[in-house]
């Protein structure tokens, strides 16, 4: 009988999850900084209406 539980889930998980490596984060972080930058120099434009 095969492992249930915790294990079995995790290997789900596994399987399911594309690998988030440190890099891939690393990608996500700077597009978000970049992305709230932008934002941020929107906001006095939009509140001067």
């Not at 984060?25 to 006095?44: C, F, G, I, S, V």
């Amino acid at each position: 009988m095969p492992n249930t539980g915790r294990d079995d889930a995790r290997e789900r998980i596994k399987k399911a999850a594309p690998s988030h490596s440190a890099e891939t984060h690393q990608k996500e972080t700077d597009k978000n900084k970049k992305q709230n930058a932008d934002l941020k120099k929107d906001l006095p434009k939009k509140h001067n209406k």
